[in-house]
């Protein structure tokens, strides 16, 4: 039997149980579990649970902040990889403090940063908000998530350190720090988990996306050793794919879906297509990202193998069959965004709607990188090989105009709600929106017109290097910086909101409208706002108005 | 019965308040602009843009490369954040 289907089948089936036992329990073990799951978020921790607080929140918050943290050190490092591509000596001076600079290198640096400290971080700390909200219930332990987010960014740390030097004393640094972010993850899996099974009603969709993307990654990584599909090159590029879909996919679509419902008001559009989504982020292999599996070679270290093999004819039918499906869930996960978010002007102007700019620009920006990495991809697995030159461009388009923009704009639409204080400034919000939109779609477009233009002269087989590309190439690193101005107005922006940022009143609090049982109606609206908020005619219209009758001294 | 509707005012309009993000696109226009002239090599011609160690001597040998303007942009932004939480940590 071929990798591809062989891998894809047990993945399926793996998922399939785990979602079943989930939904299940453990029949006569699961109070057992719980106990013990409960055990270990929080008293097995000992001293540790002491150092973080663990209020309401906390966890969600801690996670976000880190992840827009990261997204400074994620676009700078991408930034300085796209200039030393055309000027490889620009940090020769380094050399002394014995770093020397690699385009390559700070291009990986750059991915581990983007995708595991940023996307990851905003994904899962958005999903510690979304599922508790969803299942009707709290965390299960705010504090193991709290701690559990210092030890996520130790491991992006040492992921970084370790694509300048993978080996240090001995050491293969790439898969420590793999072996350290699973363990993290394996806490928020848990700790996510006993959430649920703590449930008070039937769980929306969205949540499901979330909590599927994280049981996705340690059973892929389970997978792909005990299949075999980590020993060659098409096995690597078959899991670099699926972890694309089934966790970053899967994981930003969950948490956007949910933000889009919450940053318009609106009502989420359609259940089917979520299902589409879920479904489809499972079935499909995701197009987006590089055209080698090298990340999982170097994430999985010694467990791994270095065997170069083609696509056999059957890999190769099945994976392009997979990855044309991919066009379903990304058209049903972007109508459904576009479409929940209809009507809704509101842009950054308004407090109480941050983030929706970027939901709608990785909204529309979902479908042609997917349609362009599609073309790309299928190139690849054919053997082709002539779009291989523009694949690191979009690879880079898809980490920052579309997992980016969704991640971060889902977690800030969540922020007024996690904080309890709007932003500290809208215009800093719109400029930092404006920076890394414009930097991300001006730099790497122009990269990428360089990318073809270096293409047509291998393909007509001219010696000299272009000048206009190696200048074009130069234009793009610095309209580029625009990201990295624009991750450094949103951190600032986000941090400065929890100490100064105005308090939200009570009235403006939005709940969900994916599930709402009772509305609270403070003032004079219409029927139509209730309505777009999610109330449905089950719903109990709770007035809460003030008294206007005259105060008297209370009686003691 | 016909039903008069006014589709245009027929007179020039003009907003009496200036938007405040106009001066963003005379902005986006004025880096376009410099971005095309260092293209065409018009500004600096037959040179790369001027670096940190052109301007002050005593670093030459060290930031002769312009990506640090870029970094040190960037650790600016940096220590703003950090200076902004050590502040607001300690203001009370």
């Given at each position: 039997?071929?990798?591809?289907?062989?891998?894809?089948?047990?993945?399926?089936?793996?998922?399939?149980?785990?979602?079943?036992?989930?939904?299940?329990?453990?029949?006569?073990?699961?109070?057992?579990?719980?106990?013990?799951?409960?055990?270990?978020?929080?008293?097995?921790?000992?001293?540790?649970?002491?150092?973080?607080?663990?209020?309401?929140?906390?966890?969600?918050?801690?996670?976000?902040?880190?992840?827009?943290?990261?997204?400074?050190?994620?676009?700078?490092?991408?930034?300085?990889?796209?200039w030393l591509t055309h000027d490889p000596n620009a940090l020769h001076s380094l050399a002394?403090?014995?770093?020397?600079?690699?385009?390559?290198?700070?291009?990986?640096?750059?991915?581990?940063?983007?995708?595991?400290?940023?996307?990851?971080?905003?994904?899962?700390?958005?999903?510690?908000?979304?599922?508790?909200?969803?299942?009707?219930?709290?965390?299960?332990?705010?504090?193991?998530?709290?701690?559990?987010?210092?030890?996520?960014?130790?491991?992006?740390?040492?992921?970084?350190?370790?694509?300048?030097?993978?080996?240090?004393?001995?050491?293969?640094?790439?898969?420590?720090?793999?072996?350290?972010?699973?363990?993290?993850?394996?806490?928020?899996?848990?700790?996510?988990?006993?959430?649920?099974?703590?449930?008070?009603?039937?769980?929306?969709?969205?949540?499901w996306l979330i909590l599927i993307a994280l049981l996705s990654n340690p059973l892929l990584?389970?997978?792909?050793?005990?299949?075999?599909?980590?020993?060659?090159?098409?096995?690597?590029?078959?899991?670099?794919?699926?972890?694309?879909?089934?966790?970053?996919?899967?994981?930003?679509?969950?948490?956007?879906?949910?933000?889009?419902?919450?940053?318009?008001?609106?009502?989420?559009?359609?259940?089917?297509?979520?299902?589409?989504?879920?479904?489809?982020?499972?079935?499909?292999?995701?197009?987006?990202?590089?055209?080698?599996?090298?990340?999982?070679?170097?994430?999985?270290?010694?467990?791994?193998?270095?065997?170069?093999?083609?696509?056999?004819?059957?890999?190769?039918?099945?994976?392009?069959?997979?990855?044309?499906?991919?066009?379903?869930?990304?058209?049903?996960?972007?109508?459904?965004?576009?479409?929940?978010?209809?009507?809704?002007?509101?842009?950054?102007?308004?407090?109480?709607?941050?983030?929706?700019?970027?939901?709608?620009?990785?909204?529309?920006?979902?479908?042609?990188?997917?349609?362009?990495?599609?073309?790309?991809?299928?190139?690849?697995?054919?053997?082709?090989?002539?779009?291989?030159?523009?694949?690191?461009?979009?690879?880079?388009?898809?980490?920052?105009?579309?997992?980016?923009?969704?991640?971060?704009?889902?977690?800030?639409?969540?922020?007024?709600?996690?904080?309890?204080?709007?932003?500290?400034?809208?215009?800093?919000?719109?400029?930092?929106?404006?920076?890394?939109?414009?930097?991300?779609?001006?730099?790497?477009?122009?990269?990428?017109?360089?990318?073809?233009?270096?293409?047509?002269?291998?393909?007509?087989?001219?010696?000299?290097?272009?000048?206009?590309?190696?200048?074009?190439?130069?234009?793009?690193?610095?309209?580029?910086?625009?990201?990295?101005?624009?991750?450094?107005?949103?951190?600032?922006?986000?941090?400065?909101?929890?100490?100064?940022?105005?308090?939200?009143?009570?009235?403006?609090?939005?709940?969900?409208?994916?599930?709402?049982?009772?509305?609270?109606?403070?003032?004079?609206?219409?029927?139509r706002k209730i309505l777009a908020s999610g109330a449905n005619l089950d719903t109990e219209?709770?007035?809460?108005?003030?008294?206007?009758?005259?105060?008297?001294?209370?009686?003691? | 019965?016909?039903?008069?509707?006014?589709?245009?005012?027929?007179?020039?309009?003009?907003?009496?308040?200036?938007?405040?993000?106009?001066?963003?696109?005379?902005?986006?226009?004025?880096?376009?602009?410099?971005?095309?002239?260092?293209?065409?090599?018009?500004?600096?011609?037959?040179?790369?843009?001027?670096?940190?160690?052109?301007?002050?001597?005593?670093?030459?040998?060290?930031?002769?490369?312009?990506?640090?303007?870029?970094?040190?942009?960037?650790?600016?932004?940096?220590?703003?954040?950090?200076?902004?939480?050590?502040?607001?940590?300690?203001?009370?």
């Amino acid at each position: 039997m071929d990798t591809v289907l062989t891998t894809m089948f047990y993945f399926w089936v793996s998922l399939f149980i785990v979602f079943f036992l989930t939904q299940r329990g453990l029949w006569i073990f699961s109070d057992v579990a719980k106990g013990t799951v409960s055990f270990m978020l929080e008293k097995a921790l000992g001293p540790g649970s002491d150092l973080v607080e663990g209020r309401p929140g906390s966890g969600a918050r801690s996670w976000i902040l880190q992840g827009t943290l990261w997204l400074i050190l994620g676009s700078m490092f991408t930034f300085t990889s796209m200039w030393l591509t055309h000027d490889p000596n620009a940090l020769h001076s380094l050399a002394s403090w014995g770093f020397v600079a690699n385009a390559n290198e700070l291009a990986s640096a750059g991915v581990y940063a983007t995708l595991y400290g940023s996307v990851s971080m905003l994904v899962i700390g958005s999903g510690f908000h979304i599922i508790p909200k969803l299942a009707g219930t709290e965390l299960a332990s705010e504090t193991n998530a709290n701690l559990v987010s210092f030890v996520w960014t130790i491991s992006v740390l040492v992921l970084v350190v370790g694509s300048q030097n993978n080996m240090i004393l001995g050491i293969e640094i790439i898969p420590l720090g793999t072996a350290i972010n699973a363990i993290a993850l394996l806490a928020v899996i848990l700790n996510q988990l006993l959430t649920v099974a703590n449930k008070t009603r039937k769980m929306a969709l969205p949540g499901w996306l979330i909590l599927i993307a994280l049981l996705s990654n340690p059973l892929l990584s389970i997978i792909s050793i005990i299949s075999g599909a980590a020993d060659d090159s098409v096995g690597q590029w078959l899991s670099y794919h699926l972890f694309g879909g089934a966790f970053f996919f899967a994981g930003v679509a969950g948490v956007a879906l949910y933000a889009s419902s919450i940053a318009s008001g609106n009502p989420l559009w359609s259940k089917t297509l979520v299902g589409v989504t879920l479904f489809g982020s499972i079935l499909t292999i995701n197009p987006f990202g590089d055209v080698h599996g090298q990340m999982v070679m170097d994430a999985f270290g010694p467990l791994a193998g270095n065997n170069v093999v083609a696509f056999s004819n059957q890999d190769m039918l099945a994976a392009s069959f997979l990855m044309a499906l991919v066009s379903i869930p990304v058209f049903a996960f972007a109508s459904n965004m576009l479409v929940t978010m209809r009507g809704s002007d509101a842009f950054v102007d308004s407090p109480d709607y941050p983030g929706n700019a970027e939901l709608n620009l990785g909204s529309w920006l979902i479908v042609p990188i997917a349609i362009g990495s599609l073309f790309v991809q299928t190139d690849t697995v054919s053997g082709t090989s002539e779009l291989v030159g523009i694949a690191n461009s979009l690879s880079v388009m898809a980490g920052w105009l579309v997992l980016v923009p969704l991640s971060l704009g889902a977690a800030l639409s969540l922020y007024p709600e996690l904080t309890g204080r709007h932003l500290f400034s809208n215009n800093r919000a719109r400029w930092g929106y404006l920076m890394m939109t414009g930097g991300a779609i001006f730099g790497l477009s122009l990269t990428m017109i360089a990318d073809f233009m270096d293409m047509a002269l291998v393909e007509m087989m001219v010696e000299d290097p272009s000048t206009l590309s190696e200048e074009l190439r130069k234009l793009g690193s610095v309209m580029f910086y625009g990201v990295v101005i624009g991750a450094i107005l949103h951190s600032l922006n986000m941090i400065t909101g929890i100490f100064r940022g105005e308090i939200i009143s009570s009235d403006s609090v939005k709940s969900s409208s994916i599930s709402i049982e009772s509305y609270s109606l403070v003032s004079s609206t219409t029927v139509r706002k209730i309505l777009a908020s999610g109330a449905n005619l089950d719903t109990e219209v709770i007035p809460v108005g003030e008294e206007d009758e005259k105060g008297s001294a209370t009686k003691l | 019965m016909s039903i008069s509707t006014t589709d245009s005012v027929d007179v020039f309009l003009q907003g009496e308040k200036e938007p405040s993000g106009s001066w963003v696109f005379i902005v986006v226009g004025v880096v376009f602009s410099l971005s095309f002239l260092v293209l065409y090599s018009i500004l600096y011609p037959g040179q790369d843009l001027p670096v940190i160690s052109d301007l002050v001597p005593v670093f030459s040998g060290v930031f002769d490369s312009g990506i640090w303007f870029f970094i040190l942009g960037t650790m600016i932004g940096i220590f703003a954040i950090l200076g902004r939480l050590l502040l607001e940590a300690t203001s009370e």
